[in-house]
Each structure stands twice: as C-alpha cells, then as structure tokens.
C-alpha cells in the first residue's frame, strides 16, 4: 500500500526542516524571556523617572481668599526654610469653650486647602483654631513637591502658628495620608501637643508595594515618607483614624501605624468608609481631632503629661 498522503505529521518533513524546527522551539522560552526582562526594565525606567507624578497630585490653581470661603478667615503667608513663600488659610476658633489650641492640618497628596474648608469649619466650631496649608506646587504655590520640601513647608507652617499665638505646644498636627507622613516627621523636630493621623501608612513604600507588587518599588523609590520610624521614638499624643473599606492606603497598614505609636491615645476606625469618601473631611473626623486636643489639655502643656489609657472606636461611616 502507498504512504499516507498526511500532510501534518512531522516524519514527513525534511531532515534538516525538523532541526530548525527543534531549534526555534528551543529558543522560544529565552525570548520570551528577554521580552518580559525589557518590559520590566521599561516598566522600573518610567517609574524612576516619573515616580513623583504618582506620588503628588496637585491642584495649582489659585485659590480665592480666605474669607471668601470661611467666615472670619484670613490669609497668611509661610516663608520656608529655602526662601518660597506659600499661602495659607488661618482660621480662629469660633467655639464660646475655645480650647486655646490650634490644628495645623496637612494634606494628602491631592487637591488644594479650598477642598479642606469643610473640615476647618468642624475644627473651628469645636474651639480649634485652624491653620489649612497647602504644599509647595499646590493652590497656586511655587515649587515643586518633594519629601524633603514638604517637610519645610511643614515646619515654616508650625513656625507660622507660633507667631499667632500658638506654639507647638498649643498646636495638634493633623497629616491626612501623605500628610500623616510630613507630620509624624515634623513632630519629631517640633514636638507639638498632640498627633491626628488619619488613614495613615507605616511608610510610603508599603503603599507602593501593594499597589505595583510586580515592581521593586522599595529600592527605587526617592520620597520614602516613613511614618512609623519617626512615631516610634516619640512619646507625643497620637490619634489614628481610617476607614476599613480604603481602596488607597490599605486598612491594615493605618492598623499597623496605631500599633506602633508609642502613646496611642485613640484609634478611630470608620466602618464602611474609603479614603477620599464625604466622611472622611466632616464630623466624625473633627470630633476625634477634639477629643485629642482634650486629652492634651488633660496632661499639660505639651507631651510631658501623665499618660493617657487609649481607646478604641468603632463608628458607622
């Protein structure tokens, strides 16, 4: 009988064609490989280069007066340490029971102080007078942000509030996200009365590992923004608030960050609350933020007090 007139199976192909054919195979997994290697290469080269971008996203548009937008507030410059002047909001405390205690609020990563109005007005009404800063970069700010400049903006801040009238002693820094990290720095030089962190993250590489797990975030990353190594050393007053649906800074970490601190007044955590919900710039936060302006007062002046026992909340967001 003839052969098979197949036309698929390999034993009728040419010597020499099944070689080549051998040898293409072979290559294959050491192409695919070296395309997995440069896309990798492309994927750190971007994120070093253009790292900052994923960290800061500001709103440079100017924004109005102060007292276009709050009742009773006025602008105020901060002159930082490498000569840029930056605008501010100051808002005095509105409260027949003033507290005689200031909030200095830095922000998150996102936005300018008109998005913060609301939250000040909170602050305002429970006795807190208010300084809303805003970054280098932001609302209408010169510069550009960087670890290392939003940490004198921080300072020329504190030093802003002492001359109204508030020393750090009479002042409780409040850091949203990012801003948890620029204060749990400041307090390290500028020990103030009290520390309100909310939706805080041990450091910012964590957050970036979480999100790019694929990448080496922790040997590339320039800003590193390391909250807990500055709590850890320090015996100021901390509350931690967060909400256990956060999409951006995962619950687990702010978690962390309240483990860590040395002299936990309060943890506050909003249930069903994400990072950038309506909850998380209004009341309840305001009120946590006053609870540890009390709890300061209750110990003195300033972090030298008898401790305070720490609390747990739980709240609906």
């Known amino acids: 009988m003839g052969r098979s007139a197949s036309t698929g199976g390999r034993g009728d192909l040419p010597r020499g064609h099944d070689e080549g054919w051998s040898r293409a195979r072979s290559r294959r997994p050491f192409v695919l490989g070296l395309a997995t290697v440069l896309v990798l290469a492309l994927a750190v080269g971007m994120l070093t280069a253009l790292q900052r971008r994923l960290i800061y996203f500001p709103d440079p548009s100017a924004v109005p007066p102060a007292g276009d937008v709050i009742d009773g507030a006025r602008d105020v410059t901060l002159r930082t340490s490498d000569g840029l002047e ?15 205690l200031a909030v200095l609020v830095a922000p998150g990563n996102g936005g300018n102080r008109s998005g913060r109005a609301g939250l000040a007005n909170e602050l305002s009404r429970r ?10 970069g932001y609302g209408g700010n ?35 996200s990012l801003g948890s990290a620029v204060v749990a720095a400041l307090q390290a030089r500028r020990p103030p009365a009290g520390v309100a962190l909310r939706s805080p993250f041990p450091e910012l590489a964590d957050v970036g590992a979480h999100h790019y797990p694929w990448l080496p975030v922790r040997l590339l990353l320039k800003d590193r923004f390391r909250t807990v190594e500055h709590l850890s050393r320090s015996e100021v007053p901390v ?3 967060y909400g256990d649906r956060d999409s951006v800074v995962p619950p687990e970490q702010s978690a962390r960050v309240a483990d860590e601190a040395t002299d936990l007044v309060e943890r506050v955590v909003l249930r069903g609350a994400d990072h950038n919900d309506r909850v998380m710039f209004g009341p309840r936060v305001a009120a946590a933020v006053a609870r540890l302006a009390r709890a300061a007062r209750a110990r003195g002046d300033g972090p030298d007090g008898p401790p305070v026992p720490p609390r747990s909340v739980e709240e609906p967001g």
Not at 127 to 136: E, F, H, Q, W
Not at 145 to 166: C, F, N, Q, W
């Open 239 to 241: 509350t931690v608030i």
């Open 86 to 100: 930056l605008g501010a909001w100051f808002i005095p405390a509105r409260s027949a029971s003033d507290t005689q």
């Open 127 to 136: 006795g807190l007078a208010v300084l809303l800063m805003d970054y280098r």
């Open 142 to 176: 010169p510069g550009s942000p960087t670890e290392d400049g939003l940490a004198k903006d921080a300072l020329a801040a504190a030093r802003a509030l002492g001359d109204l009238g508030y020393p750090a002693a009479q002042t409780i820094y409040f850091g949203e």
